[in-house]
């Protein structure tokens, strides 16, 4: 159960009244929220321990309302903190209680597609398996995976500079970002990167914002790299006796000079939490769970998987499954890939935490 934070006093409630009539005044009707029930669903993020609400939250639906926002906000010195989907692990989306909320929620469609420069440009509320869905069709795919991919959006992937289980080969969040638009504290509209080239000239600034969780602005639009699909892939999934044998086994492989599409280890609690969630057919009783996928040339694939089939047998594996077809595959993922919501169905306050819990400790006012 999340931890309440300090309520604010009546000199911030106070506070809290005059800022929200002039941002009112700026934004439509529909862009402010203010209501104590309403604000108790941006209280907290996915994992934090903590809840608490802000004084308000507020939904642009452009750059220009964005710029508005920020300008108000910082001749007021009122703390500002952006949030994507709320699935942030780190605290990234924790509001303040004298600040705050500004959601990119609205900003959820995607500007364009060019294939031949393999980019896509984005607004930050599109969701990470979102991008992969718009190009799919054209066997491209967005690289970075993470956990909670079909919730999280690119903008908090931005924040945070999310992986995946794909990181290895592909490459993270900063790898895959090409040019980035974003507004500054006092509502300045800047673009950083290098736009559809691969790089631009000057400073890394794109490399300072990616990771830095809105602490330097807030992104309105995203360049983003996407990768075409390999031509074939499979998977390998290898339980052990003991978790430093899988991570001797992770060494191996990279050791031998196989770079995988994908590599994930996962303890004995984690197998059993995922394989009651969704049964994707892991070995319950393996200390370690080792997934690895290979993916390039469909010959190049089958070799690799042999050597790798190799190194983890000599490595002490339990237990060797080998993907016949691309369901078998995903289904290999699956358990990994329901990190997210098995934690979220576990956990109240994951997510789906309603203000009806703490309604009666908000001041009514």
Same mark, same amino acid.
Not at 83 to 98: K, N, W
Not at 284 to 310: F, H, K
């Given at each position: 159960?999340?931890?309440?934070?300090?309520?604010?006093?009546?000199?911030?409630?106070?506070?809290?009244?005059?800022?929200?009539?002039?941002? *009112? !005044?700026?934004?439509? !009707?529909?862009?402010?929220?203010?209501?104590?029930?309403?604000?108790?669903?941006?209280?907290?993020? !996915?994992?934090?321990?903590?809840?608490?609400?802000?004084?308000?939250?507020?939904?642009?639906?452009?750059?220009?309302?964005?710029?508005?926002?920020?300008?108000?906000? +910082?001749?007021?010195?009122?703390?500002?903190?952006?949030?994507? %989907?709320?699935?942030?692990?780190?605290?990234?989306?924790?509001?303040?209680?004298?600040? =705050?909320?500004?959601?990119?929620? *609205?900003?959820?469609?995607?500007?364009?597609?060019?294939?031949?420069?393999?980019?896509?440009? =984005?607004?930050?509320?599109?969701?990470?398996?979102?991008?992969?869905? %718009?190009?799919?069709?054209?066997?491209?795919?967005?690289?970075?995976?993470?956990?909670?991919?079909?919730?999280?959006?690119?903008?908090?992937?931005?924040?945070?500079?999310?992986?995946?289980?794909?990181?290895?080969?592909?490459?993270?969040?900063? +790898?895959?970002?090409?040019?980035?638009?974003?507004?500054?504290?006092?509502?300045?509209?800047?673009?950083?990167?290098?736009?559809?080239?691969?790089?631009?000239?000057?400073?890394?600034?794109?490399?300072?914002?990616?990771?830095?969780?809105?602490?330097?602005?807030?992104?309105?639009?995203?360049?983003?790299?996407?990768?075409?699909?390999?031509?074939?892939?499979?998977?390998?999934?290898?339980?052990?006796?003991?978790?430093? #044998?899988?991570?001797?086994?992770?060494?191996?492989?990279?050791?031998?000079?196989?770079?995988?599409?994908?590599?994930?280890?996962?303890?004995?609690?984690?197998?059993?939490?995922?394989?009651?969630?969704?049964?994707?057919?892991?070995?319950?009783?393996?200390?370690?769970?080792?997934?690895?996928?290979?993916?390039?040339?469909?010959?190049?694939?089958?070799?690799?998987?042999?050597?790798? !089939?190799?190194?983890?047998?000599?490595?002490? #594996?339990?237990?060797?499954?080998?993907?016949?077809?691309?369901?078998?595959?995903?289904?290999?993922?699956?358990?990994?890939?329901?990190?997210?919501?098995?934690?979220? %169905?576990?956990?109240?306050?994951?997510?789906?935490?309603? %203000?009806?819990? *703490?309604?009666?400790?908000?001041?009514?006012?």
């Amino acid at each position: 159960m999340a931890l309440t934070m300090p309520l604010p006093d009546r000199a911030v409630l106070d506070r809290r009244d005059d800022l929200v009539a002039a941002l *009112r !005044a700026l934004l439509p !009707a529909d862009a402010v929220i203010s209501a104590p029930t309403a604000l108790g669903a941006y209280e907290c993020d !996915a994992l934090t321990a903590y809840a608490q609400r802000p004084l308000a939250v507020l939904l642009p639906r452009d750059t220009a309302q964005v710029s508005k926002i920020l300008a108000e906000c +910082h001749h007021r010195r009122v703390k500002v903190v952006p949030r994507g %989907a709320g699935t942030s692990l780190s605290g990234g989306a924790l509001p303040l209680v004298d600040g =705050v909320v500004l959601s990119l929620a *609205r900003f959820n469609r995607i500007l364009d597609i060019d294939l031949p420069n393999r980019c896509m440009v =984005v607004q930050p509320g599109v969701t990470n398996l979102g991008l992969t869905k %718009a190009v799919e069709a054209d066997d491209f795919f967005y690289a970075p995976d993470p956990s909670s991919q079909i919730a999280c959006t690119i903008g908090g992937n931005i924040a945070e500079n999310s992986g995946g289980v794909h990181c290895l080969k592909y490459g993270l969040t900063t +790898h895959n970002v090409l040019a980035l638009e974003l507004v500054l504290m006092d509502g300045t509209v800047v673009r950083v990167g290098g736009g559809k080239a691969l790089d631009g000239p000057g400073y890394d600034l794109m490399g300072v914002v990616t990771g830095s969780e809105g602490l330097l602005g807030v992104v309105t639009e995203v360049t983003v790299r996407i990768t075409p699909k390999p031509q074939a892939a499979g998977a390998l999934l290898a339980g052990f006796g003991t978790v430093e #044998a899988g991570g001797a086994a992770v060494a191996a492989i990279i050791a031998a000079g196989i770079v995988p599409g994908g590599i994930e280890m996962m303890d004995n609690l984690a197998i059993n939490a995922a394989e009651a969630f969704c049964a994707p057919g892991y070995p319950c009783d393996a200390a370690a769970l080792l997934i690895v996928e290979l993916d390039g040339p469909a010959g190049e694939v089958e070799a690799q998987m042999d050597r790798v !089939a190799g190194i983890l047998t000599q490595g002490g #594996a339990t237990s060797l499954r080998r993907t016949r077809d691309e369901a078998e595959r995903l289904g290999f993922w699956a358990g990994r890939k329901a990190a997210f919501p098995r934690s979220a %169905a576990s956990r109240p306050t994951i997510c789906a935490w309603t %203000a009806r819990s *703490r309604a009666a400790a908000w001041p009514r006012c």
